[in-house]
């Protein structure tokens, strides 16, 4: 008799299998599930973003002074051709247009011990609910206030999301945010005595350097000011980081406080790594929601091994292989020979 698999089977294949993470593949390595079965089941379940605050809010180690930080990602599907969800997206490690589905993350950062939790996600779909990035950010933002009720005290952001709406709404909800600026925004560092200027081409001195400088942004409301800082990330490239909290005055601090927004690369990272997000060929829309729902609690289980063991994510994974290798190399199923 035919085995109907559950949400745990699925994420426990995607927890264990180190390389194929295909529906095929699950089929042939179990006797009581068919492909057939295994793709009616993810047709039909309906997992959402709710799963993943379910299975890591006991783990989260929360801070009066924790982080929230957002950013996108593109699920790559360069290959495909019929898949639901997929679009041309623009892709900052390609460096241009891929096809891909993009998901929106939220992960929480303890400032103190610099563990991190993805606590929230949204599929990048404006085709299907008319939602861009800016509205998943600021519905995932909303939630976390008023429901999940989780303490925080700055939001994390990248170039692409500093824009007035969202920076407003931030500070309507009483949160600091640190975002870079694009180098051609227009700002003002004059007290309005001079026309706008672009980012880029203010002229700082050793002062402003080390304690920033008060600017006025283009388009915000009339005496909105907030505190710019000049960071070198590097010989080659400079990053222009505003925040709204005015008593900021130290250049380390802001560094430090933008490092955390790294965190969510980390995730990124692992996430396409380990956990086979990116491997299903499904053609069904709810398939790839489900894959990808599945795939992030594969990575929130592996992340509290991870702390619980002093490992990396990268560790907890390949070391499941350990015992095999050990078992092969003192007795091969496939011996080698030579001539």
Same mark, same amino acid.
């Given at each position: 008799m035919t085995k109907r698999p559950t949400r745990l089977d699925y994420c426990q294949y995607l927890l264990v299998s180190p390389l194929n993470h295909t529906l095929t593949n699950f089929a042939d390595h179990v006797e009581d599930m068919?492909?057939?079965?295994?793709? /009616?089941f993810l047709r039909n379940e309906k997992m959402t973003p709710r799963l993943v605050?379910?299975? &890591? /809010? =006991?783990?989260?180690a929360a801070h009066e =002074?924790?982080?929230?930080?957002?950013?996108d990602t593109i699920i790559d599907k360069d290959f495909s051709h019929r898949i639901e969800l997929v679009r041309r997206q623009y892709s900052g490690n390609a460096h241009g247009l891929i096809k891909g589905i993009g998901m929106v993350n939220c992960v929480y950062v303890n400032p103190l011990t610099q563990e991190h939790w993805i606590i929230d996600y949204r599929i990048y779909d404006p085709g299907g609910d008319g939602m861009t990035k800016l509205d998943h950010v600021r519905d995932m933002l909303t939630n976390l206030v008023h429901h999940? /009720?989780?303490p925080f005290r700055r939001v994390l952001m990248d170039t692409w999301y500093a824009t007035r709406d969202l920076m407003l709404f931030i500070e309507s909800l009483a949160k600091i945010y640190y975002c870079p600026l694009r180098a051609n925004r227009q700002v003002d560092d004059s007290g309005a005595t001079s026309p706008y200027r672009r980012v880029d081409s203010l002229e700082w001195d050793a002062s402003a350097l080390a304690h920033g400088k008060?600017?006025?942004i283009k388009g915000f409301p009339k005496h909105h000011k907030v505190k710019l800082f000049r960071v070198e990330v590097s010989t080659h490239r400079t990053d222009w980081v505003v925040t709204n909290d005015l008593t900021q005055d130290s250049l380390q601090a802001t560094q430090d406080a933008c490092g955390l927004r790294w965190k969510i690369e980390q995730f990124h990272r692992e996430a396409k790594q380990l956990t086979g997000i990116e491997r299903c060929q499904c053609r069904k829309a709810r398939i790839q929601r489900n894959h990808i729902a599945c795939a992030v609690l594969v990575w929130i289980r592996l992340a509290e091994i991870a702390r619980q063991t002093c490992r990396t994510l990268y560790q907890v994974k390949h070391q499941m292989l350990d015992d095999f290798l050990r078992q092969q190399l003192?007795?091969?199923? &496939?011996r080698m020979k030579l001539a």
């Open positions: 068919s492909h057939d079965a295994i793709n /009616r605050w379910d299975n &890591v /809010r =006991e783990q989260i =002074e924790g982080c929230i930080a957002f950013d999940k /009720r989780l008060t600017i006025k003192k007795n091969p199923s &496939v």
